[in-house]
């Protein structure tokens, strides 16, 4: 028994630019319902400064304060109401369910775009804006250089979320993109649907676009091509020594900004462990936070979120292991401890290597337990590279499975530039860094 929709999820936009909106979602509970709830408000290109969360293991209330990630945002306020109630418990009503035609669960599609080439290949021109919006706002990915606002509006509606892509360019100077897709609305199944996605597409790329094809994927397996030994294990294996990273250093203005601290307290409640972090403010920094806890089976009572105007984040959490026990061996404190430093400081790996002859960007984030990927990284790395005047040749996205977790991979064949030549190991570095700061958003 649950309760009325309308009241599992209210959301007060705000009334003015600058000021914050209000997301209370009012449910029963479950582990790693927070970790859902911050995944979906980051995918809609949301970031929380503000939060408080309670629950008595049944039933809880989060309320969040978020603001925009970039001004020029148009969020769809009720496609995210939507998506909260999707992932509350107590929502057990049809949710862009066609009765007639059914889909079987987690129908994956094939979507190929067929198109000409042109510089600024996978950021032209506001076109990864929109296609962040358009496929769940989750990854975007698409060649041209025609979009306005107005597109975007309308692309954000078709919420698509990509599993797998893979775009390349071939010598004659044609672009194929492979888009491996399931439809967070269930009816990619119907002509219709197809059609109207299709028809967007063509509309918004224009005479860039040749063909636009979509069909049921069959044995889709989402993998990635093999990495080179040396950059997988430098990629895999980053550990903090001593406060200090061991590998993938990072510039010493970004040593400043990036400190964590870490405390576990057992002496202020009878019944749970009280988890302080103090950290600079990043994108996506609670759903790290929360991503960790639900990975550790972490349960949450109370929780309280504040961020100051310096750009500091303060997060206090009373917590409990999944048997209703507070953490007090030594031991599972270190580690809980070590995983959420490490998640907070370094949450996404980046790095440049050689494969054959050609230069390539790396950027791996881990996937969490339940196979869900970090959303916008896609659409925050192609950025990066499009304001460094940074050209793709192709692009490709996979998982890779290490003997601790499984990573979402996302690997950039680059074309050499003038003003950042690629053989030039600082050109590298200010590469590797830009692509960093525009993830966690320093």
Avoid at 314 to 341: A, M, N, W, Y
Avoid at 346 to 352: D, E, Y
Avoid at 407 to 423: H, T
């Amino acid at each position: 028994m649950g309760v009325a929709s309308d009241d599992v999820v209210v959301i007060e936009v705000a009334k003015r630019a600058g000021e914050p909106s209000v997301v209370t979602v009012n449910c029963p509970d479950q582990t790693g319902l927070g970790c859902d709830i911050c995944r979906v408000i980051l995918e809609f290109g949301l970031c929380i400064t503000r939060g408080d969360v309670s629950t008595d293991g049944r039933w809880c209330y989060v309320v969040f304060w978020v603001v925009k990630l970039s001004a020029s945002m148009n969020i769809q306020w009720e496609n995210l109401k939507n998506r909260l109630m999707s992932i509350c418990p107590s929502c057990f009503i049809p949710f862009y369910f066609d009765l007639v035609n059914p889909p079987t669960s987690a129908q994956v599609y094939l979507l190929k775009l067929f198109s000409v080439d042109r510089k600024g290949l996978l950021h032209g021109n506001n076109i990864f804006e929109l296609l962040v919006s358009f496929l769940s706002l989750e990854i975007g990915l698409l060649i041209g250089a025609k979009c306005d606002s107005d597109v975007t509006q309308v692309l954000c509606e078709l919420e698509l979320l990509i599993h797998w892509v893979k775009v390349s360019t071939t010598p004659d100077g044609r672009v194929v993109d492979l888009f491996f897709i399931t439809d967070g609305m269930e009816l990619l199944h119907t002509k219709e649907r197809q059609d109207e996605t299709c028809e967007r597409l063509i509309a918004v790329l224009g005479e860039s676009v040749n063909r636009c094809e979509i069909q049921l994927a069959v044995d889709f397996q989402q993998g990635v091509s093999s990495l080179p030994p040396v950059a997988a294990e430098e990629l895999f294996s980053l550990e903090l020594c001593d406060g200090e990273f061991c590998s993938q250093a990072l510039s010493p203005d970004m040593k400043k900004l990036k400190k964590a601290n870490v405390n576990i307290d057992n002496s202020l409640s009878p019944s749970h462990t009280l988890l302080q972090i103090q950290c600079v403010d990043q994108k996506g920094l609670l759903y790290d936070i929360m991503r960790t806890l639900k990975d550790c089976d972490i349960q949450i009572a109370y929780g309280r979120f504040l961020s100051d105007m310096k750009g500091s984040r303060e997060v206090d959490l009373f917590i409990q292991q999944t048997d209703g026990k507070k953490i007090v061996d030594p031991v599972k404190q270190d580690i809980l401890s070590s995983r959420l430093r490490l998640e907070m400081l370094h949450p996404m790996r980046v790095m440049i290597a050689n494969r054959g002859p050609d230069i390539e960007l790396l950027v791996a984030n881990p996937v969490e337990m339940s196979g869900k990927g970090r959303p916008r990284v896609f659409y925050h790395v192609t950025l990066a590279l499009k304001l460094l005047g940074i050209c793709i040749f192709s692009a490709e996205i996979g998982r890779h499975t290490t003997s601790e977790r499984q990573w979402e991979v996302y690997r950039f064949l680059l074309d050499d530039g003038l003003e950042l030549p690629l053989a030039n190991s600082q050109s590298r570095s200010q590469i590797v860094d830009t692509v960093r700061r525009t993830l966690m958003g320093l």
